[in-house]
């Protein structure tokens, strides 16, 4: 018995004449979706894009500094375990910008404290290269965040992108114009920013939760 966590791969499998798979992605945990639930009336800050995971290049941490050093009045928060020398690059990274302290970096945080984070910034970003089934996806659409991501593994299907849906931005992986075009672009229309981020708390409730 085989067990596919996105259609793409269950497609695949199937096409290749497998016969015992199932289709069961990866739920919300219902801690979690419990949590975000009671962190849904946190005001959202203004201008803030949020990173959650490991600080590293392939998650496309340093396209996200660049996309936003030309974006006026923007921070950016980096959530998760960062080596001192990646630090160091992305730090030096904003000097090519006129704009002080305009990122930060907490470490590793606890479930509950990613989730008021989800649940308080303006716009979550995962710009990452490659990704199978991100819970990270999971949890920021559970806190109705305005997703933008990449268009890797079952991102596209999570956020149900092929269907035209407003549940979030994808972009091509490493293209740091289109990152920086997502990003303004919600940041300049705030209720299709909103949509999108009540579209996606819908969705992951209806199909992604126990």
Known sequence: LFRSIDQF????LVQHGIKNVDYLPNPLSPTTEAFANQCS???????????????IKSKGVFELVEACGTIPN??????????EETKAELIN????????DW????????????IKEMCKCTIFALPT???????????SMACACPIVTTKVGAIPEMLDIDNSNNNGICIAPQNMDELRTAISHLLNNPEYAKSCGENARQRVKELYSM
Request: glycine share 6%; hydrophobic share 35%; aromatic share 12%.
């Open 9 to 12: 791969s269950y497609d695949a």
């Open 41 to 55: 009336k946190l005001p959202r800050s203004e201008n803030r894009v949020l990173f959650v995971g490991h600080v």
């Open 74 to 83: 923007i921070k950016v928060k980096f959530v998760g375990l960062c080596k």
């Open 93 to 100: 990274l904003t000097n090519n910008y006129p704009k002080k």
């Open 103 to 114: 990122i930060e970096f907490t470490g590793n945080l606890s479930a509950e404290e990613v």
């Open 129 to 139: 290269y490659t990704e199978g089934f991100p819970n990270v996806i999971l949890e």
